[in-house]
């Protein structure tokens, strides 16, 4: 598999001067600085005239890698049947359905080895700030024949204030969608919150790529390639403009590291993949 990984565990020790850094970026917009109350709704516009195109764009930008990063994300997850599982920013329910896919496949081998027992139900909740997302999610739950699975709970809502209770949920996972919200540090600590004591945090996010003759091949695709993908596919080219200066406004991957301890994670670290193209980020409610 044509995956480059490396894996850094972050001690505790690491200064927080690491992430000084975010304050300035947290009202940003690509490489605009913006109002904080007008950042959600540039993002919320940005993501409603994409929705319908996202998945697709997603493979032609990665070359199909995307898929492969989530099932990675999910493999770190280790699933159980009786779950309860939130998966923030995930409107088109690709993380979820490999999520619900990943608890089906152990209960039908527990059946299959006769042992099955009783297990509290499995409840998935998809949660989107973007109503648009969250109906392309639906649609393609009703395409896979999962329309009437109450697994899946579809809900509006936003990741800087939940509306889930204080350790209600077993595992936590956000994918591409942490570097659109206005303030990192608070989508951390409700994660932290509505996590149960052992529940386990990823983050899937485009990161920084440090080799420099990869970097420049990788700043030349980015703002040169995407964009005008987004234009030919999409029909929206600043869309994608956004989304590239999003990534470099984007903490690194220690400094992101640096922020998930602050907010009371332990055991953080994080596995980069294509040189740092992706990091997934880890923590664990102790």
Not at 105 to 133: H, W
Not at 221 to 246: C, H, K, N, T
Not at 258 to 280: C, H, P, S, T
């Amino acid at each position: 598999m044509a995956l480059r990984r490396s894996t850094s565990k972050i001690p505790r020790y690491l200064p927080s001067i690491l992430h000084r850094s975010l304050h300035s970026h947290a009202t940003s917009f690509g490489f605009k600085q913006v109002h904080e109350e007008e950042k959600s709704k540039l993002v919320g516009n940005v993501f409603s005239n994409v929705a319908s195109s996202y998945d697709l764009m997603n493979d032609m930008m990665s070359a199909g890698l995307h898929r492969l990063w989530k099932d990675r994300l999910v493999s770190k997850l280790n699933p159980f049947p009786g779950m309860k599982h939130l998966d923030v920013a995930g409107g088109t329910g690709d993380v979820a359905f490999r999520v619900l896919e990943s608890i089906n496949s152990v209960s039908n081998r527990a059946l299959q080895e006769g042992l099955a027992g009783i297990e509290e139900e499995t409840k998935i909740y998809i949660c989107d700030i973007n109503p648009n997302m969250l109906n392309v999610g639906k649609k393609r739950a009703i395409e896979r024949g999962l329309g009437e699975d109450h697994s899946l709970q579809w809900v509006e809502g936003n990741a800087e204030a939940l509306n889930f209770g204080d350790g209600s949920m077993d595992g936590y996972t956000i994918a591409f969608g942490i570097r659109n919200v206005t303030h990192i540090e608070k989508v951390l600590s409700e994660a932290y919150r509505v996590l149960k004591r052992g529940g386990r945090f990823l983050c899937l996010e485009l990161s920084h790529v440090e080799l420099p003759v990869f970097k420049q091949i990788y700043d030349y695709y980015s703002f040169s390639i995407i964009p005008a993908m987004g234009e030919l596919v999409a029909g929206d080219r600043e869309s994608y403009q956004y989304l590239v200066e999003s990534i470099r406004r984007f903490p690194n991957q220690e400094t992101f590291a640096r922020m998930i301890l602050d907010a009371g994670f332990q055991k953080v670290e994080y596995e980069n993949l294509v040189g740092g193209v992706v990091a997934i980020h880890s923590g664990l409610k102790l």
